[in-house]
């Protein structure tokens, strides 16, 4: 025999020995769309109004903070959404040339309005606009990255028209829908605050250790009451400063462990630039409370023992998911504003199972059919060439287990399809 021909033989078997391989058991190896597996299809809104306030917010800090350093005694007010703008208290006595060049530094484009003790800050034209529309895509990528670490095989996530505020989100084969809810609708903005005062159990006793008064740099937020046995047992809260230490934006990596007790927690490092500022603070603020606080509720907040260079944990009574979801969350980023659930429809896999049946009835008619024309129209030369018909569907298949493809109706269709052609 040519020695070509047995190489070319050789060849043959093995790439279909490897096509089996990748290929075995199918019902394993080959994955299903949503219109075969089932799964969840959601329609998501951004709450826009969150992405301007935070803008406004973020403004107001910036320059009141910033004023402070330059001897500018400024106090935050309150921001309004409606008129895309926020106040700040300015004292009779301060110098306004230095406070408008500060602005236009530090709030640039903003249209000032002075007023008696109150200046107003209005977001410059159309700069809404823009704001809402990042919130929509940072949203969008967040959920991507949330969807893509949780493992789920194809989804659909896309923007609902050029200027909208809804996603449409679409998780084949998803078997704990309410898990994957949380995970994409959870904020999860994480920030590490310098506690007042506090824990208080309750916000009246909180406010009665401080004169009645909220100071305007601080804010009070609940926390879980931990038990001897870890368990929750009731609600605390705390006056912390608003302004944070350090943000989960500045985290560099996180991932659930343990410690020493077996208890699940999140270990987490931060950025270099960061690492230096919180090693600064829990430095010079040993032997005082640091609050941990996630999506506006404090989940722990520990006395500070030793200086933290930049890698610490986050402990808050967790389960091994509750952990696992949230270090997932930190990966991913915090979502820029709240999302709510217009729709949500559960699609069974009964249908999927079905489609599945008739599709590949269907190809295996179809390919008996047309073996059969092969073998009467070409007689002999007909055999070879269903023989190359069926390594050609287990090669295609087999690529598709490999690859980790995901079949769906449109691509059985896409099977049957390449079985008439070749």
């Given at each position: 025999m040519d020695r070509k021909?047995?190489?070319?033989?050789?060849?043959?078997?093995?790439?279909?020995?490897?096509?089996?391989?990748?290929?075995?058991?199918?019902?394993?190896?080959?994955?299903?769309?949503?219109?075969?597996?089932?799964?969840?299809?959601?329609?998501?809104?951004?709450?826009?109004?969150?992405?301007?306030?935070?803008?406004?917010?973020?403004?107001?800090?910036?320059l009141v903070s910033r004023a402070r350093e330059e001897g500018l005694s400024l106090s935050q007010g309150e921001s309004n959404i409606e008129e895309l703008s926020f106040t700040v208290g300015v004292p009779p006595t301060t110098d306004a040339a230095k406070?408008?060049?500060?602005?236009?530094?530090?709030?640039?484009?903003?249209?000032?309005?002075?007023g008696a003790g109150v200046w107003t800050f209005e977001l410059p034209p159309n700069m809404d606009r823009t704001v809402r529309d990042m919130a929509v895509r940072s949203s969008l990528?967040?959920?991507?990255?949330?969807?893509?670490q949780f493992g789920v095989a194809e989804p659909v996530i896309q923007r609902q028209g050029l200027e909208s505020d809804r996603i449409l989100v679409q998780l084949?084969?998803?078997?704990?829908?309410?898990?994957?809810?949380?995970?994409?609708?959870?904020t999860a903005f994480l920030e590490f605050q310098e506690v007042v005062a506090g824990p208080a159990p309750d916000r009246q006793s909180l406010l009665a250790s401080i004169g009645g008064i909220i100071p305007s740099d601080s804010e009070v937020l609940p926390g879980d009451r931990e038990g001897l046995d870890g368990q929750i047992i009731g609600t605390d809260y705390y006056l912390l400063k608003k302004a944070a230490i350090i943000?989960?934006?500045?985290?560099?990596?996180?991932?659930?462990?343990?410690?020493?007790?077996?208890?699940?927690?999140?270990?987490?490092?931060?950025?270099?630039?960061?690492?230096?500022?919180?090693g600064q603070y829990t430095g010079s603020h040993i032997g005082t409370r640091m609050a941990i606080v996630l999506d506006q509720r404090v989940i722990s907040a520990p006395v500070i023992e030793s200086r933290i260079p930049g890698d610490g944990r986050i402990t808050g009574n967790f389960s091994i998911e509750e952990a696992e979801d949230l270090a997932l969350k930190l990966r991913a980023g915090a979502l820029p504003a709240t999302i709510t659930y217009l729709e949500e429809r559960t699609v069974g896999p009964s249908l999927?199972?079905?489609?599945?049946?008739?599709?590949?009835?269907?190809?295996v008619a179809g390919l008996a059919v047309v073996a059969l024309f092969m073998l009467v129209y070409y007689r002999k030369s007909g055999l070879n060439a269903n023989v190359a018909l069926m390594l050609n569907v287990i090669l295609l298949l087999g690529a598709m287990a490999y690859f980790g493809?995901?079949?769906?109706?449109?691509?059985i269709a896409g099977v049957i399809l390449t079985i008439g052609m070749a």
């Open positions: 021909l047995i190489w070319r033989i050789i060849l043959i078997v093995v790439v279909v020995g490897l096509a089996l391989w990748s290929l075995y058991p199918p019902g394993e190896k080959l994955r299903y769309g949503l219109d075969l597996s089932g799964g969840i299809h959601l329609v998501l809104q951004v709450q826009t109004d969150d992405a301007i306030k935070a803008e406004l917010d973020d403004s107001a800090q910036r406070l408008r060049e500060l602005a236009d530094s530090w709030v640039p484009g903003y249209s000032v309005s002075p990528e967040t959920i991507w990255n949330r969807v893509d084949p084969g998803v078997d704990d829908p309410a898990r994957v809810k949380d995970l994409i609708s959870s943000s989960g934006q500045e985290l560099r990596s996180a991932r659930r462990s343990q410690d020493e007790y077996g208890q699940a927690v999140v270990n987490f490092s931060t950025q270099p630039y960061a690492a230096d500022k919180f999927g199972r079905d489609s599945v049946v008739r599709g590949v009835r269907a190809a493809a995901t079949l769906t109706l449109p691509g």
